[in-house]
T-cell receptor, first 115, second 114 residues
Framework: EPEVTQTPSHQVTQMGQEVILRCVPI?????FYWYRQILGQKVEFLVS????????KSEIFDDQFSVERPDGSNFTLKIRSTKLEDSAMYFC?????????????FGEGSRLTVL | AQSVTQLGSHVSVSEGALVLLRCNYS??????LFWYVQYPNQGLQLLLK??????LVKGINGFEAEFKKSETSFHLTKPSAHMSDAAEYFC????????????FGGGTRLMVKP
């Protein structure tokens, strides 16, 4: 069964360092997302991406964050200068169709720990 | 603006007992409602969803949920809990005019006792 894959599964970094989280969405999907979950808190929307551009972003997604689809398969989330409060589980998701009744398929997450 | 409240961050049931996980939402327009499950060290998996039509929806693993507009609720139930149901469950809402965004509740961790 097709699945969304994320790497790395866990990354530890020093505050101020740049981090890139990678995702391979399901191949025929058109919409891509990043969500995050700080330990013990809600899963929060960060950004959605369609047709090679951001379609929506939340207040969390400030100038420190960027997303990119560098080739036909990968979808990356970059955090330029990490802060302690960026420590969280980051989930990538993809969806096949335009309608938001469509199921989001989530990856297993990348746990980021900022020291 | 849409929001989701899950009552009870932890629910414990005995194996074979009824599972009831509560979800209430607020939405200014008819919502689309989802339940996701997260098993340990895994991603979020869709259990079931309500978009339109029949208000009682059935999902995988014997779970079902009923959309009650008057109560703004979408509670998740399963008649008989199994040990393998132990996981974190998330209710989520999406509005038809809110673009792509899913708004999640805080999650409920279900524990099943033998």
């Amino acid at each position: 069964e097709p699945e969304v894959t994320q790497t790395p599964s866990h990354q530890v970094t020093q505050m101020g360092q740049e981090v890139i989280l990678r995702c391979v969405p399901i191949s025929n999907h058109l919409y891509f997302y990043w969500y995050r979950q700080i330990l013990g808190q809600k899963v929060e929307f960060l950004v959605s991406f369609y047709n090679n551009e951001i379609s929506e972003k939340s207040e969390i997604f400030d100038d420190q964050f960027s997303v990119e689809r560098p080739d036909g398969s990968n979808f990356t989330l970059k955090i330029r200068s990490t802060k302690l409060e960026d420590s969280a589980m980051y989930f990538c998701a993809s969806r096949e169709i335009a309608a938001n009744t469509g199921e989001l398929f989530f990856g297993e997450g990348s746990r980021l720990t900022v020291l | 603006a849409q929001s989701v409240t899950q009552l009870g961050s932890h629910v414990s049931v005995s194996e074979g007992a009824l599972v009831l996980l509560r979800c209430n939402y607020s939405s200014s327009v008819p919502p689309y409602l989802f339940w996701y499950v997260q098993y340990p060290n895994q991603g979020l998996q869709l259990l079931l969803k309500y978009t339109t039509g029949a208000t009682l929806v059935k999902g995988i693993n014997g779970f079902e949920a009923e959309f009650k507009k008057s109560e703004t609720s979408f509670h998740l139930t399963k008649p008989s809990a199994h040990m393998s149901d132990a996981a974190e469950y998330f209710c989520a809402v999406s509005e038809w005019n809110a673009g792509n965004m899913l708004t999640f509740g805080g999650g409920t961790r279900l524990m099943v006792k033998p």
